[in-house]
C-alpha cells in the first residue's frame, strides 16, 4: 500500500540530509495518507540504507498496520501533532544545527529577515525543552507553533510543518537558512528588526511568486 508515498516520505528524507539538516538516521519524516493513516520513517536507521518498504503505516493509534521495522521514536508526538493540527499532512523533525543553535540564546526567531515571513508567516517560536521520544515535543509544537510552519525545540532540533511533504521541507530548509543569517548578524552587532507595518506589507499576497512569465 502506498508504494508511492513511501518513496516521496524516503526521498524527502534522503533530501533532508542533503542539506545537511540531521546526520546519519536522525530526525524522521511522517505524511498524512488519504485513508487518515500516518507513514513515518522507521526508527534507528541510516537513511542512505533505507528503501521504500522499511516506511511504517501506522494507524492514528500507533499501531502498525503495514512494515517490519519499528516507527520513529517520535512517534507517539507526530500523530499528537496530527491530531491537533489537522491542516498538517507532512511533518519534518530534524537536529538542524543553525537553528537549533538559536535555540540556545533565544525563545523567538523574531521575522527580521524576508525569507521567515515569506517561508513562515512570521516570528519562529523557541519551544521548551521536553525530553526526546516523549509526546511532549507534540504538545509543545501544537502550542508553539501559532500560525507558523516551523517550531525550534530547544536544545533539540526542529518540527517542520507542512500540507505536503515539499512544503514542510521548504520549511525546514529556509529557517536553516534563515537562522545561519541571524546567528551572523547577532555575532558582530544588534538586529535590525521590521516594524509590523512593514512585516505585515511583506507578507502580504502578491499572486505571481512561482508562476509562469
Known sequence: MFEKEKLAVLNTARKMEHYQLVCLSGGNVSLRTEDGNFLITPSAMKYDEMEPEDV?????EGKVLEGIRRPSSDTAALLYIFKHMPNVNAIIHTHQPYATAVSLITDVLPA???????EHNGPVNVAPFTISSDEGMGIMTVEYAKGSLAVILKNHGVVALGKNLDEALGSAVYLEESCKAYLAARAVGPIALLTE???KSEGAYRGNYGQPA
Open 197 to 199: 507595518e512593514q512585516i
Open 56 to 60: 511504517v503505516l501506522v494507524d492514528e
Open 112 to 118: 527580521c529577515l524576508t525569507t521567515v515571513i515569506n
